[in-house]
């Protein structure tokens, strides 16, 4: 053989591996991240899904002005999210209930009193009125409070309610007929005399207070982008784990939760379903994940802004990431302080009408 063979076929060797090895690093390179192996085993014992349901759209929108006729979004969190502890969670502590200032409520006066047991019976099968909550309350002879009839205590009044609004709109003339024939069904079996207010008042009530809402319903989102390899679901969970999210029962849903138990998540964190499920998850490439903030679901005292600001910054930092806006915009401080300000406005217009954010009567407007 001669040198000038031995030469090409070195030459052709040698470009044979470089190929190879070009072809093994784009492959790394373009291969979804992964875990780390020593926190692996603990980040899927912490992914399991619980016992909630919910999902997000990715999006950031703060809308004071929405188009008439339009309904309000749907809620992006179910409230039954999980604790982050492995300890069941307790139910949230209730706080009111029938409430005027969202609330029609229809007084039933009785002869004499009435037992939980009988109110029970004769509650309504579904607690609706069209896409509206109905509910009952009876006045405690011993306590003196209203509280949902409870078997073996005893009332000495009842009072029904229908709420004014919530996010699928206001309350109507037919969800008012509706909240009438129920009510009155409830009235006549423990033999009480009920007494409505008059329709037409209650449904213009209703009207404003749902214009009042859709103007300062605000759900705020982050879109996280990957700048150069993906990330697999167990690399996502990974880090978002360490910033304190759980997950929630739909794969590839995280939450933030508050710090007492039973009430909404401060913040939720979403990447694609199908990804989560496939059969090999650690080859699935996942390239953006939102972040989402329901306002008027999250105590204000929990700093609900500043957390989802810091979880942005912080994953697009481990993660090689950038953060924008649903349409690819990136979000620059500038823009983060104007929403922030913008926030602080729309946190004392709701504390003015007495619908501060994360209260019960927000929690349920904004529903």
């Known amino acids: 053989m001669s040198n000038l063979t031995l030469a090409l076929a070195i030459l052709g060797g040698l470009v044979l591996a470089a190929v190879v090895a070009y072809n093994t690093l784009t492959s790394r390179r373009n291969a979804p991240r992964q875990p780390d192996a020593a926190d692996r085993d603990l980040s899927e014992a912490d992914h399991r899904p619980s016992s909630s349901s919910d999902g997000v759209e990715p999006m950031l929108h703060i809308d004071p002005h929405p188009t008439p006729g339009h309904e309000r979004h749907e809620p992006l969190f179910d409230p039954d999210l999980p604790a982050p502890s492995a300890s069941p969670v307790p139910a949230a502590e209730r706080r009111g209930g ?14 004499g009193l009435a037992s939980g047991d009988a109110a029970i019976a004769a509650m309504p099968p579904t607690r609706r009125a069209g896409s509206k909550p109905v509910a009952i309350e009876g006045l405690n002879e011993h306590t003196g409070q209203w509280e949902p009839p409870v078997p073996g205590q005893r009332y000495s009044a009842f009072q029904v309610g229908v709420q004014l609004a919530n996010r699928t709109g206001a309350l109507n003339e037919i969800e008012y007929s509706e909240f009438v024939v129920k009510a009155q069904a409830f009235a006549d079996a423990v033999n009480g005399a009920l007494e409505f207010p008059e329709m037409l008042d209650e449904v213009a009530r209703a009207r404003e207070l749902d214009q009042f809402a859709s103007a300062h319903d605000a759900q705020l989102g982050f879109v996280l982008r990957a700048l150069h390899a993906a ?3 167990g690399y996502v969970q990974q880090n978002a784990a360490r910033l304190g999210f759980v997950a929630g029962i739909i794969p590839g849903r995280m939450v933030l939760p508050t710090s007492e138990a039973g009430l909404p998540p401060i913040l939720g964190l979403s990447f694609d379903t ?3 499920l496939a059969d090999d998850p650690a080859q699935s490439a996942i390239r953006e994940l939102s972040l989402s903030l329901d306002v008027p679901q999250v105590d204000r005292a929990e700093q609900p802004f500043r957390r989802m600001r810091e979880a942005a910054a912080t994953l697009a ?7 924008t806006d649903s349409d690819g915009q990136l979000l ?11 926030l602080e406005q729309l946190y004392d217009t709701l504390e003015s009408r007495d619908l501060a ?10 529903s």
């Not at 620059?332 to 913008?342: C, K, L, N, S």
């Open 317 to 323: 930092r481990e993660m090689d990431g950038v953060v």
């Open 231 to 233: 990330w697999s679901p």
């Open 274 to 276: 199908q990804a989560a």
């Open 357 to 366: 954010a994360g209260s019960p009567l927000a929690r349920r407007l904004f």
């Open 332 to 342: 620059r401080e500038e823009t983060m302080d104007a929403i922030g300000a913008d």
């Open 98 to 111: 029938l409430d005027p200032l969202i609330d029609v409520i229809a007084p039933v006066s009785l002869d």
